[in-house]
């Protein structure tokens, strides 16, 4: 019969997977705590006032001109994805789910 299923389940090739040898994380960029520190001290002689961070996501290296108190922020991306998701809902393109909805709920009461 054209299109029917084999009769038994056909033997699968065994898989192995190699273990990886532990990372070890690289060290951080020397100088970057100053560079960071630099930059900020270099602006505020500009006239502006501005507080940096940097995490380096590899090895976990945190930098900051000072500042190291959370602070919140909105990036325009999130602006941009709500308001296409709003949008879209509007013209019947799509459904916000309850989650959806609390997720933009969740954004800063600014980009709403």
């Known amino acids: 019969m054209w299109g029917a299923p084999p009769a038994h ?3 699968q090739a065994p898989v192995s997977v190699a273990p990886k040898a532990p990372a070890v994380p690289p060290t951080p960029p020397a100088g970057l705590d ?3 520190r630099q930059a900020t001290a270099q602006a505020a002689e500009s006239g502006a ?5 940097i ?3 590899t090895t976990g290296h945190f930098a900051s ?3 190291n108190q959370a602070f919140p922020i ?3 991306v999130k602006l941009f994805i709500a308001d296409d998701l709003l949008l879209r809902a509007s ?3 799509t459904e916000l789910s309850d989650a959806d909805r609390k997720a933009m709920d969740a954004m800063p009461a600014f980009l709403r």
């Open 55 to 57: 995490l380096d996501r």
């Open 34 to 36: 100053d560079r960071v």
């Open 74 to 76: 909105a990036s325009v």
């Open 91 to 93: 013209q019947g393109e």
């Open 65 to 67: 001109s000072g500042f």
């Open 9 to 11: 389940d056909p033997p």
């Open 49 to 53: 006032d501005i507080e940096a961070a």
